[in-house]
């Protein structure tokens, strides 16, 4: 979960009350956050989190687990304002839109369709900006950019100061080296074209991780306003003509993504969060946004909903009591910033979702809410009324006795890889591709990872390989999943368990490991029977034709209720050679779902 770091007096100061330390705790207990970590800098500095030593103060801090989906209670404002409601000290804001004699307008050019095609903005007028509201919006724009934003591939952020530029903005996709500005965390107070600083940004610890988003790219994005100046170079830097200063009264706020949803909760998010330092709280101006189809949309969209929510659900399906009334439950949400009202059938609540709570898809999120308000630990303890009894699923059940079986015959247990190489799979096996049995990884990030495996042996083969070192004999098993095709599930693949073991040592020991699957049947109830009758659960042994194993007298197929389960014999030398394996080796590998 994400967390937030917030100084503690400047936290009791805006709440309007000092707390100890186990109240407070109990405070964000009872509103549904988390009282992670209380520290200062030096003493952070103390245990290595830190590294700019001097200057450090010894001023509290509180650090906040925060639900991913609050993004409202990313920042100080966030945290005060909610917890207030919750506390009934103030009521929910109302999040208007000012109605100004000219709006701001920002136009996107069709280019931008070429990297970030969507854009949407807004103003917040007569700011009063102090060093803590400068800190905070700086950290929320960080704590949105490593969340929602996902590492601003998806959004990035802009602010800027709107006094130091003239609309209408536009914002544009232009070719590197047409791109010149003076960027902030530059090294040098100069102009760079965009080119120049993808090199620049190399040596940034912060910023060089989000240069490849648009390195390499043909033409980079640009925001400007109508005399030509940068305003930014999304998603990479502003310029360092508009920063923004403790001075600074009016503020432009841009978003540029991919995502064009996401762009509008990152923007509500900021202005609502904001908008509490203006002249007139929580009044936002809009901007006209003008898309490259000539559409315009007024950002940002503070729309309120309204829904429908049964009280008699919300106790039901929550465990809060059913004695408690419709009003009350609307009274819980209102303190989660959720304003309920009680509809005129008296069972049904209508619930206002305002525009900072993204996070409301679905009725089982108010019902949520409600039982946050109401109280966790207040809910009374039930047996539930449909007694159900939990048992281990046969399958895994015979796993763990055959596990015990394997070990108590000398083998030694190895977990492998899910995930292989094509060639383990079939070239190194001596196996035939069929093109029906492996599922392929669309985009594998390595080539030791490019199928899922049909098979154990290959990875048991590679155990060895990597343990050469060891005394012989090497007795290894392991039972675990293989995954195959399958026309008939709704996936395309299913999951097989199987049992494989190799034996490993200076002669083929074939014996052995016959011997390992007597043993293993007789464990299981199945007689051995030279010649099997039709629907007798008995098993008995053919010559095999698998290529993985030396053919004629050193391979046999295990044939269980006229079925191949398995196979058993001295692996090819081929095989070994392409494992780099000097000495004999026997293997087993069965179906173990044959036998439930």
Request: aromatic content about 8%; some cysteine; overall charge neutral.
């Amino acid at each position: 979960m994400p967390k937030v770091d917030i100084k503690r007096d400047l936290l009791f100061e805006r709440l309007g009350r000092n707390f100890t330390k186990e109240e407070f705790e109990d405070l964000c207990f009872q509103f549904g956050l988390e009282l992670d970590d209380v520290f200062t800098e030096k003493s952070s500095i103390k245990k290595g989190n830190r590294a700019d030593k001097e200057g450090a103060s010894e001023e509290v801090i509180y650090k906040l687990d925060i639900p991913a989906n609050r993004y409202d209670l990313l920042c100080v404002e966030g945290v005060v304002r909610g917890i207030k409601i919750f506390q009934q000290t103030i009521p929910s804001p109302r999040y208007t839109l000012s109605n100004p004699a000219q709006r701001e307008k920002l136009i996107i050019k069709p280019d931008t369709a070429r990297v970030r095609k969507f854009a949407v903005a807004a103003v917040l007028r007569n700011v009063t900006i102090t060093q803590e509201v400068y800190d905070s919006l700086i950290d929320l724009q960080d704590k949105l950019h490593q969340n929602i934003c996902r590492r601003r591939t998806l959004v990035a952020i802009g602010t800027h100061d709107l006094d130091t530029v003239k609309g209408p903005f536009v914002y544009d996709a232009q070719a590197p080296k047409d791109i010149r500005f003076r960027p902030l965390r530059a090294p040098e107070t100069r102009e760079y074209t965009a080119e120049e600083l993808m090199t620049v940004y190399e040596e940034d610890q912060q910023l060089k991780a989000y240069l490849h988003i648009i390195k390499g790219k043909e033409v980079f994005p640009v925001i400007r306003d109508s005399n030509g100046v940068v305003l930014s170079l999304p998603p990479i830097i502003n310029g360092d003509h508009t920063k923004i200063t403790l001075n600074t009264k009016n503020i432009f706020i841009e978003c540029t993504a991919t995502d064009l949803t996401k762009a509008k909760v990152v923007l509500n998010t900021i202005v609502c969060m904001f908008s509490e330092h203006c002249a007139t709280p929580f009044v936002i101006e809009p901007v006209d946004v003008v898309s490259a189809d000539g559409k315009t949309t007024t950002y940002p969209d503070l729309a309120y909903r309204v829904e429908k929510v049964k009280a008699a659900m919300i106790t039901k399906r929550m465990g809060i009591p059913a004695s408690k009334t419709p009003e009350e439950l609307a009274g819980y949400l209102t303190r989660m910033q959720l304003t309920s009202k009680v509809d005129a059938d008296k069972e049904t609540l209508l619930v206002e979702i305002p525009p900072t709570r993204s996070d409301i898809l679905h009725e089982c999120d108010i019902w949520e809410d409600c039982a946050v308000a109401y109280g966790f630990n207040t809910i009374e303890w039930t047996i539930p009324k449909v007694p159900t009894v939990g048992k281990q699923l046969p399958i895994n059940k015979l796993t763990d006795q055959m596990r015990h079986v394997l070990a108590e015959a000398g083998y030694s247990e190895a977990l492998t890889f899910a995930l292989c190489k094509h060639d383990d799979n079939f070239k190194n096996l001596r196996r035939p591709d069929d093109g029906r049995s492996a599922v392929v990884i669309a985009n594998p990030k390595t080539a030791e990872f490019q199928v899922a495996r049909c098979n154990l042996l290959s990875g048991l083969l590679k155990t060895l390989s990597c343990n050469s070192h060891m005394a012989l004999p090497m007795k290894v098993f392991e039972i675990s999943d293989v995954v195959l095709k399958s026309t008939t599930a709704d996936t395309g693949a299913q999951n097989h368990r199987r049992l494989a073991l190799v034996n490993y040592n200076k002669t083929s020991d074939f014996d052995s490991v016959q011997g390992v699957v007597d043993r293993v049947l007789n464990m299981l109830g199945v007689k051995h029977r030279s010649v099997a009758a039709a629907g007798d659960k008995t098993y008995h042994l053919v010559q095999s034709q698998d290529p993985a194993f030396f053919g004629e007298l050193g391979a046999a197929d295990i044939i269980y209720d006229g079925k191949r389960v398995g196979v058993l014999g001295v692996v090819h030398p081929e095989v070994l050679a392409n494992y780099q394996l000097k000495n004999a080796c026997s293997a087993i590998e069965m179906d173990l779902e044959a036998f439930l």
